[in-house]
C-alpha cells in the first residue's frame, strides 16, 4: 500500500522491484537481486455535487468511496475530521480528505482519499423542475 498517492503514480508504481539481497554462508556473502511482483492499489472515488450553504455529511463523502480490494484485509472508511461548509464557495470544488483503513489482525494499512465535492450556486427566485423530480436529479 502506498500511501498519498494519486492514481496515475499508482500506475506507475505497478509492475517488477528489483530488491537487492545479501545473505552468507559460512564466512562468505553473496549479493544477488531478486524480482518482486508489486501491485499497488488505491481506493476509487467519485464527486460529491452539492448546493451553497448545504451542510456535508460524513456519509456522503464515504458513500463516494470505493475502497480498494486487498486479498485477507477488511477496508473501512473513517469519517472525516474537518468537514468544510459550502457558504460562499458556490463554482468551487471543494477538496474533502479522509482515510481509509485496510486491517489484518493487529496490521492496520492508512489509505489517504481526497473526494471533490462540487458547489453549485443555490437557485433564487422561482425554480421549475420536472413534477416527480427530486433536489438529487435537479443537481444531475
Known amino acids: 500500500m502506498v500511501q498519498g498517492y494519486s492514481t496515475?503514480?499508482?500506475?506507475?508504481?505497478?509492475?517488477?522491484?528489483?530488491?537487492?539481497?545479501?545473505?552468507?554462508?559460512?564466512?562468505?556473502?553473496?549479493?544477488?537481486?531478486?524480482?518482486i511482483n508489486v501491485n499497488v492499489v488505491a481506493s476509487t472515488k467519485q464527486q460529491k455535487v452539492v448546493f451553497e450553504g448545504d451542510t456535508i455529511q460524513n456519509d456522503d463523502i464515504k458513500g463516494k468511496i470505493t475502497p480498494a480490494t486487498i486479498p485477507?484485509?477488511?477496508?473501512?472508511?473513517?469519517?472525516?475530521?474537518?468537514?468544510?461548509?459550502?457558504t460562499g464557495k458556490a463554482g468551487q470544488i471543494?477538496?474533502?480528505?479522509?482515510?481509509?483503513?485496510?486491517?489484518k489482525g493487529n496490521v492496520v494499512l492508512p489509505e489517504t482519499v481526497t473526494v471533490p465535492v462540487?458547489?453549485?450556486?443555490?437557485?433564487?427566485?422561482?425554480?421549475?423542475?420536472?413534477?416527480?423530480?427530486?433536489?438529487?436529479?435537479?443537481?444531475?
Open 72 to 86: 485477507g484485509y477488511t477496508a473501512t472508511t473513517n469519517n472525516v475530521q474537518n468537514l468544510p461548509t459550502t
Open 94 to 103: 471543494i477538496n474533502v480528505e479522509t482515510t481509509v483503513s485496510y486491517t
Open 8 to 35: 496515475a503514480a499508482v500506475k506507475e508504481n505497478s509492475g517488477t522491484l528489483k530488491v537487492p539481497v545479501i545473505h552468507t554462508v559460512g564466512s562468505k556473502k553473496f549479493n544477488n537481486q531478486i524480482d
Open 118 to 140: 462540487l458547489v453549485l450556486p443555490k437557485a433564487t427566485g422561482n425554480v421549475e423542475v420536472i413534477k416527480g423530480s427530486t433536489v438529487d436529479k435537479v443537481k444531475k
